[in-house]
């Protein structure tokens, strides 16, 4: 499986752009980078993913470099409901199996 | 429309016995995937379900089993419990198998004594 490498941990500012990056440099041609959330005592949450394509939706923006070997998850104005470990999910072939990593702990302080 | 049911939300079993969970899916969804959370080991694939078969399976051992109905209802089984399978299960349904977009329940928080 491909493996992923996220920070153990980042704090943003309340208001401000949450970037938080991924390595995977193991990935292949036709695999897909996903991202979840899990915000505390609740099941994790389905937030973005992509394969080549700079990708946007109404809760963030995945940026994937050219080489596809790493990307960024972007939160454009972080709240402090958006405290949470991130997850940044390589998916390997057909299905849902999904293998999470540790994650990313981002913390929003006001 | 209603999200991913679990239930039960809590349970404590005993070493030995042996524990039912039940996923009642998104309506339309009908793929239900089991994840096991632990603070040591993480988020763990245990198995997928789709069209009443099982189509993936983690690494864990036969005391883990589940089964979907007809309905993409789904239900996990563990037998003869060790203090290791204190967990939160967590159940995780899809329209189908292509999208990789799982909605997560709120989880089955089980306490192995």
């Known amino acids: 499986d491909a493996k992923t490498t996220q920070p153990t941990s980042m704090d943003c500012a309340e208001g401000r752009a949450a970037n938080l990056p991924c390595n995977h440099s193991?990935?292949?041609?036709?695999?897909?980078v996903y991202w979840y959330r899990q915000i505390h005592s609740q099941g994790p949450q389905y937030i973005i993913h992509?394969?080549?394509n700079n990708e946007t939706n109404e809760m963030a923006s995945l940026i994937i470099t050219e080489d596809r070997k790493s990307s960024t998850l972007i939160l454009p104005h972080a709240t402090l409901r958006d405290t949470a470990v991130y997850y940044c999910?390589?998916?390997?072939?057909?299905?849902?199996?999904?293998?999470f990593g540790s994650g990313t702990i981002l913390r929003v302080k006001s | 429309k209603a999200g991913v049911t679990q239930t039960p939300r809590y349970l404590i079993k005993t070493r030995g016995q042996q524990v039912t969970l039940s996923c009642s899916p998104i309506s339309g969804h009908r793929s239900v995937s089991w994840y096991q959370q632990t603070p040591g080991q993480g988020l763990q694939f245990l198995f997928e379900?789709?069209?009443?078969?099982?189509?993936n399976k983690g690494n864990f051992p036969g005391r883990f089993s589940g089964r979907q109905f007809s309905n993409s209802r789904s239900e996990m089984n563990v037998s003869t419990l060790e203090l290791g399978d204190s967990a939160l299960y967590l159940c995780?349904?899809?329209?189908?198998?292509?999208?990789?977009?799982?909605?997560f329940g709120e989880g089955s928080r089980l306490t192995v004594l």
């Open positions: 995780a349904s899809s329209r189908d198998r292509g999208t990789g977009e799982l909605f």
């Open positions: 999910i390589v998916r390997v072939g057909y299905g849902n199996k999904l293998v």
């Open positions: 193991t990935i292949s041609g036709n695999e897909y």
């Open positions: 379900y789709f069209s009443e078969t099982q189509r």
């Open positions: 992509g394969l080549k």
